[in-house]
């Protein structure tokens, strides 16, 4: 479709005026970033396999009754989304120990948690994405005590699905962390599930091998991104299970 006006680029998409009021243009690029954008790449086939990795998770939870700003997928590397008003936080839901509890925490990568644990961090790449509680949420006007309790809900919900979904491919999921927005309606509004969610958003590890099969492999440069990702994406039958990597992924349409 042709290039609109741009309204937003980040790290991994790029954001375009959408076609009728309300709307937007999500661009899937293929640059990988970690550690707070210190370490970048850019990775061929990343963005098309995102693109289609994320739209099978939003149609997924939207199947189930969980909102969120998904409207459809206009191309191998675009898909059409509402227009949300991004609450600046980043809710973190943690099932195993791993990365950055595992480390403050002084607990064994992949120990099991209790329960799922939720976190959020204040989005602010400057500030290297700092863990916050609820406490500082609510006094600092980021969201309401109904807004934490409807986001939460959301969250354990989304954890269910994605959980369930990967381990019927013998996936294990780590943790992941996702984005809510909300939609107005005059002085009203309700929380969607916004952004994407991919590999590049989760942790995934085979659970027979232990393979991680996310973006860990480029963090700790353990092999191939598109590979893992084209893995993952072959498992949840968002590929052919004939297809084996190339350079630029062939995706089914």
């Given at each position: 479709m042709?290039?609109?006006?741009?309204?937003?680029e980040g790290k991994a998409k790029i954001l375009y005026e959408g076609p009728e009021p309300g709307t937007l243009v999500q661009y899937f690029k293929d640059d990988a970033t970690a550690f707070n954008a210190e370490k970048k790449a850019v990775i061929e086939g990343k963005g098309v396999l995102n693109n289609r990795l994320s739209e099978f998770f939003m149609t997924g939870l939207q199947s189930i009754g969980v909102p969120t700003h998904f409207i459809k997928r206009l191309n191998m590397r675009e898909q059409l989304v509402r227009q949300v008003e991004i609450i600046p936080l980043?809710?973190?839901?943690?099932?195993?120990?791993?990365?950055?509890m595992a480390k403050r925490l002084g607990m064994e990568e992949g120990a099991p948690l209790p329960r799922p644990i939720i976190e959020f961090s204040y989005k602010d790449d400057k500030l290297g994405d700092p863990l916050v509680p609820e406490e500082y949420i609510i006094a600092f006007g980021w969201a309401s005590q109904q807004d934490l309790d409807d986001i939460v809900a959301l969250a354990l919900r989304v954890n269910d699905f994605m959980s369930g979904v990967m381990h019927g491919v013998g996936i294990k999921l780590v943790d992941f962390k996702i984005e809510i927005g909300r939609i107005w309606d005059n002085d009203?509004?309700?929380?969607?599930v916004a952004d994407e969610i991919s590999p590049d958003s989760c942790r995934l590890w085979d659970i027979e091998s232990g393979q991680k099969l996310d973006k860990d492999v480029f963090r700790k440069d353990l092999g191939s991104l598109t590979d893992a990702y084209t893995e993952v994406a072959?498992?949840?039958?968002?590929?052919p299970s004939n297809v084996t990597h190339r350079p630029r992924p062939t995706l089914i349409n």
């Open positions: 042709a290039r609109r006006k741009k309204i937003y980043e809710v973190i839901v943690r099932n195993f120990a791993a990365g950055s009203f509004h309700r929380l969607v072959r498992r949840l039958g968002v590929l």
